[in-house]
């Protein structure tokens, strides 16, 4: 039988290689595919690499989205929805930036001022904000993750990963959320700092009755990472009752 595929998409200032704790555990089930955010120059450039990637497949897929990646995959998905499976949304959120309306995220300021840091200085800040990727109980974690971005991480420009930045504040696809079809799974760390659990418990309310969450204690926003096992088994579970479901 032939094995469905899934789309991974990582996040802000990240790698595909971010995913290798669970690339082979998911190789066994998947065909994997990766979509890079490495040099991207506009805000549609996100959301075209995911339709350029999904249509290269020929089939409806899963696709796996992470942060800002969560963003991504749902633009795509409520426009595609015959594209799309099963969505599995890791520390997700559908606006990333505080609003009036809804006051779950950062506020765009400090969008701003990191920007402004990334231009003195792009190692540090980066630096710093993978480490407030990681909960108080995950901190010794950092530096086997940091060890791993030296080694397996190419690198990305100013202006790419501004445009990022750029992208995180100005998408909201909250209104986009109830149009999407597909089984989704969300995985939220308790403690996560970069998009809050109530994020995705936002999102749970406004998507179709077919959604699962489950909160990870103690973990922050890379829980795939830091607790891959329980994530591996969450991801198959799903993977295996979606591609059955049809």
Request: with cysteine; proline share 3%; aromatic share 10%.
């Amino acid at each position: 039988m032939k094995k469905p595929h899934l789309i991974m998409l990582p996040g802000w200032g990240m790698e595909t290689s971010v995913f290798q704790t669970i690339r082979e555990p998911l190789a066994e089930i998947v065909q994997l595919s990766f979509v890079e955010w490495r040099n991207v120059r506009n805000l549609g450039d996100f959301k075209e690499r995911v339709k350029e990637t999904v249509y290269k497949t020929n089939e409806p897929v899963h696709i796996l989205g992470w942060s800002l990646g969560s963003i991504a995959a749902l633009e795509f998905a409520a426009e595609n929805n015959e594209y799309v499976k099963g969505l599995i949304l890791i520390g997700a959120t559908s606006h990333f930036t505080s609003v009036i309306d809804h006051t779950i995220g950062w506020h765009p300021r400090v969008i701003e001022r990191m920007k402004k840091q990334l231009k003195r200085n792009k190692e540090k800040t980066l630096s710093n904000f993978y480490e407030a990727m990681f909960s108080q109980s995950e901190k010794k974690e950092f530096l086997t993750f940091m060890n791993s971005v030296k080694h397996n991480f190419q690198g990305d420009d100013l202006d790419s990963l501004c445009t990022g930045l750029d992208y995180l504040v100005k998408t909201d696809v909250r209104e986009s959320l109830s149009k999407i079809k597909a089984n989704s799974l969300l995985i939220h760390g308790k403690e996560d700092t970069i998009c809050p659990s109530e994020a995705s418990s936002y999102m749970k309310e406004q998507m179709n009755k077919k959604g699962k969450r489950y909160v990870l204690h103690n973990a922050g926003h890379i829980p795939f990472f830091t607790r891959s096992s329980e994530c591996i088994q969450l991801m198959t579970q799903f993977l295996q009752r979606t591609d059955y479901d049809d």
